[in-house]
């Protein structure tokens, strides 16, 4: 067997060692989506791209000024709007394979990573409760230390305005704080973020301080989808809303 000359395994051999070189086959997978033709080879695309180069200088040249040159607009509209439906299907008939591909592919992972991602899950929750407690624990520390001051200010100032002199037996807390960071016998390191975040509590306590003088609340948006609904209704009652201007934004359809 001859070996390949400067390998590892020829130096391996002129150094006495006894060396088998095993000789792999590996067997080469074709893709199992091939598109054919590409879409830029493709005849029936390059002649709409084509046409689509023809109706841009239509459309450049075009002046709208009467009822004719309205309908030469309309008809071009028209053609677009067949040009868009034509190439949505060719569309589909490429993307519909690697579509289907990329589902069977996501779902092998998925299958794969479903138990790595329920240890995660619990893991994660049990972590998560763990700092709350530390939390909670430091929290609860921090408020015996305050009133504990508290106490003794109170105690300090009775004494200095002649009242009587308050012994105050307190015990010593010494406040742990909670783990901002914690890393493992391997070198994984978890660190505690704060996250704030809001909600409301009371819609008409915000809505009274939206309306206050002082500006403390000038954010508020409304409902845009709600309002747009509401316009909808009242298209023909035209019910005013206080604050809210019904308008109407029309466009236009074409269908061929």
Do not use: C
């Not at 070189?21 to 590996?26: A, G, I, L």
């Not at 508020?220 to 201007?245: F, S, W």
């Amino acid at each position: 067997m001859e070996l390949e000359t400067g390998s590892l395994a020829q130096a391996a051999a002129d150094a006495g060692a006894e060396v088998t070189e095993v000789t792999m086959e590996v067997e080469e997978y074709p893709p199992t989506v091939t598109l054919t033709p590409l879409p830029l080879e493709d005849a029936t695309l390059m002649a709409i791209a084509d046409e689509g180069a023809r109706i841009v200088a239509r459309a450049e040249a075009l002046v709208i000024t009467d009822t004719t040159t309205a309908k030469l607009a309309v008809d071009d509209l028209g053609i677009i709007r067949g040009i868009q439906s034509r190439v949505e299907k060719k569309r589909l008939e490429y993307v519909r394979p690697v579509l289907a591909l990329q589902k069977e592919i996501n779902q092998a992972f998925a299958d794969l990573m479903a138990p790595i991602k329920k240890a995660d899950g619990i893991l994660t929750a049990a972590y998560g409760a763990y700092l709350k407690e530390e939390e909670r624990k430091e929290a609860e520390q921090r408020e015996i230390v305050r009133l504990q001051v508290e106490a003794a200010e109170k105690a300090k100032a009775l004494r200095d305005s002649g009242g009587p002199d308050v012994e105050l037996v307190q015990e010593a807390i010494e406040v742990e704080p909670a783990p901002i960071h914690t890393r493992g016998d391997s070198g994984a390191l978890a660190s505690r973020r704060k996250n704030w975040k809001a909600r409301i509590t009371s819609v008409r306590e915000l809505a009274k301080a939206a309306l206050s003088e002082d500006g403390s609340v000038d954010w508020i948006t409304g409902n845009q989808p709600m309002l747009d609904l509401l316009a909808k209704q009242r298209e023909d009652t035209g019910d005013p809303i206080p604050g809210v201007e019904f308008y109407n934004d029309g466009t236009f359809s074409v269908r061929r």
